[in-house]
Each structure stands twice: as C-alpha cells, then as structure tokens.
Nanobody, 122 residues
Framework: VQLQASGGGLVQAGGSLRLSCAAS????????MAWFRQAPGKEREFVAA????????TYADSVKGRFTISRDNAKNALYLQMSSLKPDDTAIYYC????????????????WGQGTQVTVSS
C-alpha cells in the first residue's frame, strides 16, 4: 500500500487542523492505520492508531482529548482531526500502516507516507 499525507500548515495556538492520508492499493480496510510525528531534534513518536473492522483507537497521552483519528474505508482515507493545538505539536506528521499487530504505536509499521509539516505558532 502507498500512503500520502496532506493537510499540514501553519496555525496559531488553540487552532485546529485536519490531516488526511490517502492510501492506494487493495485491502485498505484490513490495515491498522496510525499517525506518528517527529519534531526537530527529537525522535519520532506515536500519536494515534485505529483498527480495521472494530475501529478501535488509541492515543498518546499528550494528544488525548484533543486529537481524533478516523478512517473512511470506502475512500481509502485516514484522518487526524487536531484541536486545541499547542506549539509542542509542531512536527512532521506521518501516516503509517500494518496488517498485523496491536492497535497502538508499539512494534514496526510496514508502510509510511512522506509526511506533512504542522507548525503551531504561539
């Protein structure tokens, strides 16, 4: 599967932004999907993940209550709705996919998008 993230941009603190990830290839609905992010000088970190049929989702503590992950299997699309954004949310955001594993950020993901930059100004 090939992934392409989009929707990043510059937003003021407290604002909102919606990221999208378009997936190509078959059987999108059978993949666990996730968002990760990497801030300058920091390691990549898990943001949120969503399962396939049950639509179970998990979140990093730092974004819980502010971010919502969702997917539309009919459109082969993954989303991340971000609200109450903080300067600490500034990072490149990546979408990722894997067929097997837990619905979380542990273990490797097999497919990655190219990333989209999110910058939150104070």
């Amino acid at each position: 599967v090939q992934l392409q993230a989009s929707g990043g941009g510059l937003v003021q603190a407290g604002g909102s932004l919606r990221l999208s990830c378009a997936a190509s290839g078959r059987a999108f609905s059978s993949y666990i999907m996730a968002w990760f992010r990497q801030a300058p000088g920091k390691e990549r970190e898990f943001v949120a993940a969503i399962g396939w049929t049950t639509f179970r989702s998990t979140y990093a503590d730092s974004v819980k209550g502010r971010f919502t992950i969702s997917r539309d299997n009919a459109k082969n699309a993954l989303y991340l709705q971000m609200s109450s954004l903080k300067p600490d949310d500034t990072a490149i955001y990546y979408c990722a996919a894997r067929r097997y594993g837990a619905v979380d950020g542990s273990g490797p993901y097999d497919y990655w998008g190219q990333g989209t930059q999110v910058t939150v100004s104070s």
